[in-house]
C-alpha cells in the first residue's frame, strides 16, 4: 500500500506544481501568463522590425538594379543622344587613363573598381572639410543682460511713464534745445551715436533722446499712431522745461516720428535734422521709377519682412522671437535683414560700433515684449495720415462761393501760408543702400524748400555713427558759428538791508508788496481828504 501511495506521490510531483507564494492573494496564473505574452510580444515586435529591415534592403537593391537596367536599354544606348555627344569624349579620357588600370588587381572590374574609389574619396573630402571647420573655434555666444533700471521719467497726461536721456548743457543754458526719437530695435542710448559732449557745450546745446512706447523703460501704448507719438514729443518738451522751439533729429527709421512732430506739433518746431531719413515704401505719391530704385536695393528677407508687416503682421512675432528677441547677440545686418556697402559693413565690424549696438540692444528689448516692434513695423508701411508732400510751403488756397468771392474783390486778403515754415535738413549717402538715395530725390521733389545734402562716398551709418567731423559739419550748417551756451542769469540779493542807526530792515523782494503797500497810503489819504 505504502508503494502505492508513494507512485501517486510521484506522478502528482511530475505534473503541474501550485505556487504556494500566490495561494494567498490568488490569481498568480494570470500574472505568470501577462508577462509571458509581454514578452513574446517584444520579440514579435523586434522580428518585424528585423524582418522588414530585410525586406527593405532587398527591394532597394532590386530597385537599384531595374534603374540601372533602365539605364542601359534606354539612356547608354550606342544610338542614344547622350551617348553620342558624350560617349567619344568619355571613351578617349578612359583610353588616355588606361594606364591607372596596372595598379588595380586582376580579378577586379575596372568600371566597378574606380567608381568605388572615386566615391570613397568624395567621402573622405567631405569628412575632411566638415572636421576643418569643426577645428577653428567658433565665437561665443553672448547673452542679452538686462541692465538695472535708470532712466529719468516723466508722467504723461494718460497716465503712462516715458523714459528720456539728456546731454549736453543744462536747461537754464541751452542756445539749442535738439529732441530725437530712436529708430527700429533702438533706445534712448542712442541719440548722435559717439557725439562728444565737448560739442555739444561748445555750440551751447542740449540734446535730448527718449524711449518709444514700450521700448526701453518707457511705458506701452494701447493704440499708439504717429499723431500719439508727436503729442509724446510735445509733453516731453513741456515736462523738461524746453519753453522755447527745439530741433527735432531723425535717423533712419527714427525719422518717421520726426516727419509726425512737423506734421502735428509745427508751432513748437524750430527745423529738422533728417539723415538718411525713411519714408513709407508705398508712399502713393511716389513714382513708379523712385519706388523701383528703392526697392531693388534691399535684400529679399528685407522686402518679405515689409509686405508682411503691411499684409500679415500676426506672423512678424515668429521671425522677430528668432532674431533680436531670442535672448542672444547678434549681427545687426543679419537681424535687421540690412544689404550693407563696403564702409558700412567696416564700421559695424569694428569693436566700438559693437558695443555700442550691443548696449543699445539691450536697452531696447529689456521688456521683452514683441507688441511694440510689430507696431512700430506696421507705422512704417502703413498709412501715415500724411505725407512728406503736406509739408510743403505753398499759399493756402482761398475758400470756394461767392462770398469769399466779394471778399477777395472788395476786401484787402493777406496770403496765408500752409506747411512747415521752419528749416529742414537732409543728408543723405549716396553708397545706403538701407535708405536708398532715390529717397531724397523724392524729398527733394515734393520739399523744394529742404535742404539736401548728397554724400558721395557715405553709408547708412558712416555719416552718423562716431564721427566727430560729420557731427561738426551739421551742427555748423544749421547752427552756425559755435556761440557757447548761455550766460547764467544773476541771483537777486537777498541780503539785509541796513539803516544808517544800525538797524537792520527786511528787504522786500517782491513788487507785488510794494505797489500793496503804496496802495494802502493812497486810500489813507484819500479818506483824511475826505473827512476833512
Known sequence: MSEVNESWREGIDTGI??????????????????????????????????????????MSVEFGKGVRD?????VIREDSVLVRKVGAPCYKLCRRLSFLNEYLPEDRDPAHAWSVIFFVLFIA???????????????????????????????????????????????????????????????????????????????????????????????PHPSRNLESSAMDMLHLSYAINVTDKFWVVGFSGGSMH?????????????????????VNPYEPKMTKEEKNKMWKRWTTKKKVMYMLARKFPRLLPYFY?????????????????????????????????????????EESVRQVNVKPFVE????QVSNWGFSPADLKVQRKRPGKGILHWIKSLYGQTEDILSGFLGQIHVWQGMEDMVVPPSTSDFLQRVLPDAM????????HFTY??????????????????????????????????????????????????????NASTLVDSDKEDFID
Open 70 to 74: 533602365v539605364l542601359k536599354q534606354s
Open 17 to 58: 506544481r501550485y505556487n504556494s507564494s500566490y495561494s494567498a492573494v490568488g490569481g498568480g496564473i494570470g500574472v505568470t501568463k501577462a508577462a509571458a505574452v509581454a514578452g513574446n510580444e517584444a520579440e514579435n515586435w523586434k522580428f518585424h522590425a528585423v524582418e522588414f529591415a530585410k525586406g527593405f534592403a532587398e
Open 258 to 278: 520726426a516727419w509726425a512732430a512737423l506734421k502735428y506739433i509745427p508751432d513748437r518746431i524750430a527745423g529738422a535734422v533728417m539723415v538718411a531719413p525713411m
Open 452 to 459: 539736401v545734402h548728397r554724400l558721395l562716398y557715405e553709408g
Open 321 to 361: 522671437r528668432r532674431s533680436f528677441l531670442c535672448g542672444v547677440h547678434g549681427q545687426i545686418e543679419t537681424w535687421l535683414s540690412l544689404s550693407l556697402g563696403i564702409r558700412d559693413k567696416a564700421l559695424v565690424e569694428h569693436p566700438t560700433f559693437e558695443e555700442f549696438w550691443q548696449r543699445d540692444l
Open 125 to 219: 573630402f567631405s569628412v575632411l572639410i566638415v572636421s576643418s571647420d569643426d577645428v577653428s573655434p567658433n565665437p561665443l555666444v553672448k547673452k542679452v543682460y538686462v541692465h538695472p533700471p535708470n532712466a529719468s521719467r516723466i508722467l504723461l497726461p494718460d497716465g503712462r511713464h516715458l523714459a528720456y536721456h539728456q546731454q549736453g548743457v543744462p536747461a537754464e543754458q541751452a542756445r539749442f534745445s535738439m529732441i530725437a526719437p530712436h529708430s527700429f530695435v533702438s533706445s534712448r542710448l542712442a541719440g548722435i551715436p559717439g557725439i562728444k559732449t565737448s560739442l555739444l557745450q561748445e555750440y551751447g546745446v542740449r540734446l535730448v533722446t527718449y524711449d518709444l512706447p514700450g521700448f526701453g523703460e518707457s511705458d
Open 376 to 379: 512700430e513695423a506696421v507705422l
Open 464 to 517: 552718423f555713427y562716431f564721427c566727430d567731423e560729420c557731427h561738426r559739419q551739421i551742427f555748423s550748417t544749421v547752427f552756425g558759428n559755435p556761440q557757447g551756451p548761455l550766460a547764467p542769469e544773476p541771483e537777486a540779493d537777498q541780503s539785509p538791508i541796513k539803516k544808517d542807526d544800525g538797524d537792520i530792515q527786511d528787504t522786500i523782494m517782491s513788487d507785488v508788496a510794494i505797489d500793496e503797500e
